[in-house]
């Protein structure tokens, strides 16, 4: 009879923590017990066995959420001399656009903090690439970003201030380079 309640016990702890961990992968949260289970060990069977591990949410796959006419959004600040110190400035400001600890300071990617980022952020160097985007969806990726790997800007930036770090992030592309 003991035996069976230990058996029942475990295989109850193992059901639970299965719908715990698909609710997770599904974006909702389990209840605060739950959690709390995760990380502390439970006793079963007089013997100590560690929670299991519950995988984090997997956003490598995140893509832009940009409006259909993205493209079509014009640049209402003028490329000059002065508009593209200021974008460099923002994009280098961590309280402001911090473009530069994903892309680096010269769009190639911050090589330093890769190993710390979910995916390989867009080279903003790559000519070939930056010539195919119209400036509207430039600046629509940086106000929006994509959810859990590029932070919104739009939420540290004024609509000016996106529009001249659109007008630096142009001056980063560069031809590739002969590989002869």
């Known amino acids: ?14 059901v639970a923590t299965s719908f715990a961990v698909t ?9 605060s017990s739950t959690n709390k289970n995760q990380t502390e060990t439970r006793q079963l069977g007089g013997s100590q066995q560690p929670a299991p591990q519950t995988s984090q949410q997997d956003f490598s796959k995140n893509t832009w959420d940009l409006p259909a006419d993205a493209d ?8 000059t001399e002065e508009s593209v110190a200021k974008g460099k400035e923002l994009y280098l400001a961590k309280t402001k ?26 080279d903003l ?7 195919v985007v119209t400036d509207g969806e430039i600046f629509w990726k940086i106000s929006k970003g994509i ?4 932070p919104a800007g739009e939420k540290r930036m004024t609509e000016e201030e996106r529009w001249h770090v659109v007008n630096f992030v142009r001056t980063l592309a560069k031809e590739p380079a002969n590989d002869e």
């Open 1 to 14: 009879m003991l035996k069976s309640n230990k058996l029942l016990l475990l295989i109850s702890v193992m």
């Open 72 to 79: 079509k959004t014009k640049n209402p600040v003028a490329t």
């Open 23 to 31: 609710l997770i992968s599904f974006g909702q949260n389990p209840s």
């Open 97 to 122: 656009g911090n473009c530069v600890f994903c892309h680096g300071e010269t769009g190639a990617g911050n090589t330093e903090n890769l190993p710390k980022l979910r995916r390989k952020p867009a």
């Open 147 to 150: 959810n859990g790997i590029m």
């Open 125 to 131: 160097s790559n000519k070939e690439h930056l010539s």
